[in-house]
């Protein structure tokens, strides 16, 4: 069954920490999507990767292919990055549909 | 560009009422997805089109419908509501269908059935 978990499902932090959101996925996958779940509930893609790994700013995704995980990295943490955050796979078994995780929720203290 | 909007913002619907959620884009995408987002749980796919004239169902399609008559619009029917379907209703579209290609969301719509 094709399947994406996320580690943790909470997340605090002060301003300014390094912070890591986690995603694992059962089988081989052909593409991996991070978005961002704002507060009001509007959703953003981040990034989307199958290999190695992708910087936007103070963001950073990489991807293990052969231990089937994925990492985001938000460096210098800012109250900003409030937000829920959600990895989302592509599984290459013809139906070309994504499977979402249930998402980490990050709030970053001033 | 306004990107993927949708209509209403908030809807409360009575047991067995039914309504139509707006969805447009103006990216001239081809592919379009409706999503229910419930309380932690991972967003689960209704409905898709790869085009105009074409849908298909996703995970969960039961007690839904879909048209797509134009590229642009994407409208997801509710016949019968129940209070099973109270969640939140994202639409998005792609250029190209599915996971390889970035996936533009709209606002979506939150429904309360009671």
């Known amino acids: 069954k094709n399947e994406v978990e996320q580690s943790p499902q909470n997340l605090t932090a002060q301003e300014g920490e390094f912070i890591t959101i986690n995603c694992s996925y059962s089988v081989g996958i052909s593409a991996l999507h991070w978005l961002q779940q704002h507060p009001g509930g509007g959703i953003v893609s981040l990034f989307m990767?199958?290999?190695g790994k992708k910087k936007h700013g103070r963001l950073i995704a990489t991807i293990n292919i052969q231990e089937k995980h994925s990492s985001l990295h938000i460096t210098a943490s800012h109250p900003r990055d409030s937000a829920v955050y959600i990895c989302a796979a592509r599984f290459p078994d013809n139906t070309d549909k994504l499977i979402f995780g249930t998402g980490t929720r990050l709030q970053v203290f001033p | 560009n306004a990107g993927v909007t949708q209509t209403p913002k908030f809807r409360i619907l009575k047991i067995g009422q039914s309504m139509t959620l707006q969805c447009t884009q103006d990216?001239?995408?081809?592919?379009m997805y409706w999503y229910r987002q419930d309380p932690g749980m991972g967003l689960k796919l209704i409905y898709y089109?790869?085009?105009?004239?074409?849908?298909d169902k996703g995970e969960v399609p039961n007690g839904y419908n879909v048209s797509r008559s134009t590229t642009e619009d994407f409208p997801l029917r509710l016949e019968l509501a129940a209070p099973s379907q109270t969640s939140v209703y994202f639409c998005?579209?792609?250029?190209?269908?599915?996971?390889?290609?970035?996936?533009?969301f709209g606002p979506g719509t939150r429904l309360t059935v009671t």
């Open positions: 998005a579209s792609s250029y190209s269908f599915g996971g390889s290609y970035e996936q533009y």
């Open positions: 089109s790869v085009g105009a004239g074409i849908t």
């Open positions: 990216m001239n995408h081809n592919y």
């Open positions: 990767l199958s290999s």
